[in-house]
């Protein structure tokens, strides 16, 4: 049974998410805004968050950095009535794992709160299999049928990110943020020359491929 943490100021909105995600066999806290959430992290263990942006007190781009700040790497599913791509940019920049606009189709929200926790697993156990393709965190290690690869650290994070979350597109800033760190000087086009790199090492891999979206970054998705 995961636990899932609803920040929401909207009372009837936020009971509605809970109950059903109770009925979906999920335990659900509630918090109306962002301090009430960061209280309840520090006191419960948590899966997963499902947070509004605006909130009362402390609105939803604030809190989220303040759990990242905090060391809290729970997924956040950031759920809101702003829908230009500037306010998406701006949620997933400030540590958001996924996004929707409201109004919200509640099996969709079931999906993409199951989709965050499956991926939240794996980060766990810090092994993705694609197809009969092995990546293992702790080696940088990539096996297929008997062949075995140790990549540079920054290839192995770059594809074991993209890999983690299939058919998600992944920002440059978004990637440079998680494997190059906040504070980086680099330029965020490094991760063109290592998207280039790691194409042409799995070139002949049945399983995978990483895709570039234009104008907005990449994507790993399986091979038909």
């Known amino acids: 049974m995961f636990d899932v943490l609803v920040v929401e100021d909207d009372k009837e909105l936020r009971h509605l998410f809970c109950t059903i995600l109770r009925k979906n066999g999920y335990t659900c806290l509630e918090a109306e805004n962002g301090n009430i959430a960061l209280d309840i992290l520090q006191n419960n263990y948590i899966d997963l968050i499902i947070s509004d942006i605006m909130m009362p007190v402390m609105d939803g781009y604030s809190f989220i950095q303040a ?3 905090a060391k809290f790497d729970q997924p956040v599913l950031m759920i809101t009535a702003k829908d230009t791509f500037y306010d998406m940019e701006k949620g ?19 999906l993409r709160a199951g989709a965050l926790l499956k991926r ?16 293992e965190y702790d080696s940088f290690t990539i096996s297929h049928e008997g062949k075995e690869e140790t ?64 104008g907005l970054g990449y994507k790993a998705v399986k091979k038909v």
């Open 67 to 69: 759990i990242r700040n």
């Open 92 to 110: 997933f920049h400030s540590g958001a794992d996924d996004y929707m606009v409201k109004p919200i189709n509640i099996n969709e929200m079931l």
């Open 151 to 214: 990549l540079p650290q920054k290839e192995f994070l770059l594809l074991f990110k993209l890999a983690s979350t299939l058919n998600r597109i992944f920002t440059r800033q978004q990637l440079m943020d998680e494997i190059w760190g906040l504070d980086t000087e680099t330029d965020p086009r490094t991760i063109d020359v290592h998207i280039g790199r790691l194409r042409e090492r799995f070139r002949e891999n049945p399983d995978f491929e990483i895709i570039t979206v234009r």
């Open 120 to 135: 939240a697993q794996i980060n766990n156990e810090k092994k993705i299999l694609l197809g009969n393709t092995l990546l």
